[in-house]
């Protein structure tokens, strides 16, 4: 059977996305939440309390990342788990028997939309947060922001990327929620302060090195990102090595 070319696959998987009204907010959240909940910490804060905030002023800044991430997650999520309802991924390998060329074409799309959500978030979250902070206020051009505004739409982009892997892997959206939400909100937290420096390489708390001004611990910005990179790689690693072998 003659293999279909590549841009089809893609342009097919794109149109699942925007066809599943929960994919389409879900990615929406992540601008959403991101921005808004950093512009209203924002201005709730004011300038006049800005320098007593304590703590690295660049993290601070991206404060709604942390709602974000949810919607992040959500969305990696529901882009793969529709695959897995009412026998879908069998109409799926109908069309694309290629199950590699299925799995990376929707992992790529799925990537793609994340980080460019991401990369707008960034920008909009950190400029329209900081437009209240006064004289206290940031710019692009202070020590570390643009990679941070930079980093962390790639961030939510592999955050996406881990929850679709996963997702893959399990075949439940509603099950990966339910065990990452609580994972990135409560037991990152709760580990941390169990296992000290090696909580650095959990993948929610390496990848938000890159926030940072002066990034905490033994990691630097860029490298905690990796590290992140590695878990969403090996979770896609397995979504793929799942999808290969397991019956439809």
Not at 113 to 141: D, H, N, S
């Amino acid at each position: 059977m003659r293999a279909l070319p590549t841009r089809p696959v893609l342009h097919s998987e794109w149109i699942k996305i925007r066809s599943v009204r929960a994919t389409l907010w879900s990615l929406a959240g992540i601008f959403l939440a991101t921005v808004g909940v950093t512009v209203l910490a924002s201005a709730t804060v004011g300038r006049a309390e800005a320098d007593d905030l304590g703590g690295d002023p660049l993290f601070g800044a991206f404060y709604g990342l942390n709602f974000g991430q949810i919607a992040a997650l959500a969305f990696g999520a529901t882009a793969f788990a529709g695959e897995f309802h009412n026998g879908a991924l069998r109409v799926s390998l109908g069309a694309v028997p290629d199950r590699s060329r299925l799995f990376l074409s929707k992992a790529a799309v799925t990537g793609a939309l994340a980080l460019a959500a991401g990369i707008a978030t960034g920008f909009a979250g950190f400029l329209g947060g900081q437009a209240f902070m006064g004289p206290y206020a940031l710019g692009l051009g202070d020590p570390g922001a643009l990679r941070a505004v930079v980093g962390s739409g790639i961030y939510l982009a592999l955050m996406a990327l881990l929850a679709a892997g996963l997702t893959a892997v399990l075949r439940s959206g509603a099950l990966v929620l339910g065990i990452l939400i609580p994972f990135v909100l409560i037991v990152s937290f709760v580990v941390g302060d169990m296992a000290g420096g090696a909580a650095s390489y959990l993948p929610d708390q390496a990848g938000q090195l890159v926030l940072y001004q002066h990034p905490p611990g033994a990691l630097g910005p860029w490298t905690g990102l990796g590290v992140t990179a590695l878990w969403s790689a090996a979770a896609l690693a397995a979504g793929w090595t799942v999808l290969r072998r397991r019956d439809a």
